[in-house]
């Protein structure tokens, strides 16, 4: 521990992955709980791996990865979004198929960019050491267009979770909250894919949650302590991945599974032993 916070105050990048872990966590411990209650891994699922097109385009263009990602985010989010609501009954196979051409064509359009040999595993698995200063600052604009949407309409994302019928009921426009909703989600799998990457993005933006989900039943508090348990995760599979020379993104997701597994294995083990006292 104490050789990584040396290395913190000796080097950039070291510090410029804590900044990272701070702006991931807080968009991946709000948006995440929405996620977990609402139910919607899945769909998340769908958008994050549809990013991929977006970055190859970009590539291909000329153009920041970047920005094709956050235009392919929203756009994926905007359809499944659709997708759900207007045709229900074929939703699980038009997610998979948007989910594998994203991903196709992510692979094409980054394997065609002329001169210029882009390593898709750093797109794929992500990496957190890597974040630069500017890149920073667009996570920063994330988080805060984030955060303000979720202050304005947070009682009106709290009632389309819990309640859809009764927002309804109250006249609030539920589709177009429900898209809002999923765009919120679609930047937040962009942050979180400069620091775990496409394929892990679901697992820190959903495994947070759950365990916040299992030790509290209020929904305000499970967003905080979602964003300190991802805060914790990253932070923790920062240092580990720093001693050991393993990819950060990988020992992120591990130790937020472990901890997932131990929490949910221990409310078990109480909810049995509380049982058997009983009777």
């Not at 109250?170 to 799998?189: D, F, K, N, S, W």
């Amino acid at each position: 521990m104490m050789e990584f916070l040396a290395a913190f105050f000796k080097y950039q990048f070291i510090q410029n992955a804590v900044w990272a872990a701070f702006l991931s966590s807080l968009a991946c411990g709000i948006t995440g709980a929405y996620v977990i209650v609402k139910r919607i891994t899945f769909i998340s699922g769908g958008i994050a791996h549809a990013v991929l097109g977006g970055m190859g385009i970009a590539y291909y263009c000329g153009a920041d990865p970047l920005a094709g990602a956050v235009i392919a985010a929203l756009f994926s989010a905007l359809l499944l979004g659709l997708v759900n609501l207007r045709a229900k009954q074929h939703e699980d196979t038009i997610i998979s198929a948007l989910w594998a051409v994203g991903m196709a064509v992510g692979i094409i359009f980054i394997a065609k960019t002329p001169g210029y040999n882009v390593d898709l595993m750093s797109f794929l698995f992500g990496n957190i050491l890597m974040v630069t200063s500017p890149v920073l600052k667009v996570l920063l604009v994330l988080d805060l267009i984030i955060l303000l949407i979720v202050t304005v309409f947070y009682r009106h994302f709290l009632l389309i979770c819990f309640d859809e019928e009764y927002a309804r009921l109250r006249g609030l426009p539920v589709e177009l909250l429900y898209i809002v909703l999923l765009c919120l989600i679609a930047l937040t799998v962009v942050i979180l894919s400069k620091v775990v990457g496409l394929i892990l993005v679901i697992a820190l933006l959903t495994l947070p949650a759950a365990v916040a989900g299992l030790l509290t039943a209020n929904f305000a508090r499970m967003i905080g302590l979602a964003t300190l348990l991802s805060l914790f995760f990253t932070l923790a599979g920062l240092v580990v991945s720093y001693h050991l020379d393993l990819p950060a993104g990988a020992v992120i997701v591990l130790i937020a599974g472990l901890c997932y597994l131990a929490v949910m294995g221990g409310q078990r083990f109480y909810l049995r032993r509380q049982r058997r006292s009983e009777l």
